[in-house]
């Protein structure tokens, strides 16, 4: 098993920035992909960054100049920088590990932009 736990959510202003944290913990042997989601308001859950092990990237379009991730192998953390917020980045922000053919995800942790 593998549980991970988000911080860093909150409320800030159009054109502002947040960082998220996701801290991975259990059975962390042959994790490889750690990523981050999100899910707005009636809307689908949607991919907005990934990070493999070995550091390679890959990001949504509608974020790609504006966000960052990254990640601590040696504290099994992953972190979202994002810039530039805008209104509709309004969401509920999951990280996800990928752990052979098993995803597991965080509690979520709420974002909103107001304009």
């Known amino acids: 098993q593998v549980q991970l736990v988000e911080s860093g959510g909150g409320l800030v202003q159009a054109g502002g920035s947040l960082r998220l944290s996701c801290a991975a913990s259990?059975?962390?042997?042959?994790?490889?992909?750690m990523g981050w989601y999100r899910q707005g308001p009636g809307k689908q859950r949607e991919l907005i960054a990934t990070?493999?092990?070995?550091?390679?990237?890959n990001y949504a379009d509608s974020v790609k100049s504006r966000f960052s991730i990254s990640r601590d192998n040696a504290k099994n953390t992953v972190y979202l920088e994002m810039t530039g917020l805008k209104p509709e980045d309004t969401a509920v922000y999951y990280c996800?590990?990928?752990?052979?053919?098993?995803?597991?995800w965080g509690q979520g942790t709420q974002v909103t932009v107001s304009s």
């Open positions: 996800s590990v990928d752990r052979g053919p098993r995803r597991y």
């Open positions: 259990g059975s962390m042997f042959g994790i490889n992909v």
């Open positions: 990070i493999t092990a070995g550091g390679v990237t």
